[in-house]
Nanobody, 126 residues
Framework: QLQLVESGGGLVQPGGPLRLSCAASGFTLGYYAIGWFRQAPGKEREAISCISILGSTGYSDSVKGRFTISRDNAKNTVYLQMNTVKPEDTAVYYC????????????????????WGQGTQVTVSS
């Protein structure tokens, strides 16, 4: 069974760091492009970062320079390092995966993704 599981969410103070993990089971994450998305209360889900099979990355303007996506294929895990977090980063964070023949491309649209995790809550508050 193909499954993605996010972890690492929680309560963090403004300006602090937090690292989210997206672990895969039932498939080899190294063969998939990965995206991170988030959905704040009352808002639509938005793409915030992606990483291609070969490691190319993309970021939304809202997180560029603060968040870093990376992958550790040996651990079958993708990470989202969040630095200098803000209250507006409060949301449920999801990771998603899709296979692709374009190994250097990553995708910033949720319609591009096939497999989704259940989400992890991040709350930024003092």
């Amino acid at each position: 069974q193909l499954q993605l599981v996010e972890s690492g969410g929680g309560l963090v103070q403004p300006g602090g760091p937090l690292r989210l993990s997206c672990a895969a089971s039932g498939f080899t994450l190294g063969y998939y492009a990965i995206g991170w998305f988030r959905q704040a209360p009352g808002k639509e889900r938005e793409a915030i970062s992606c990483i291609s099979i070969l490691g190319s990355t993309g970021y939304s303007d809202s997180v560029k320079g603060r968040f870093t996506i990376s992958r550790d294929n040996a651990k079958n895990t993708v990470y989202l390092q969040m630095n200098t977090v803000k209250p507006e980063d409060t949301a449920v964070y999801y990771c998603a995966a899709r296979g692709s023949t374009f190994r250097s491309m990553c995708f910033m649209s949720e319609n591009e993704y096939t497999y989704w995790g259940q989400g992890t809550q991040v709350t930024v508050s003092s």
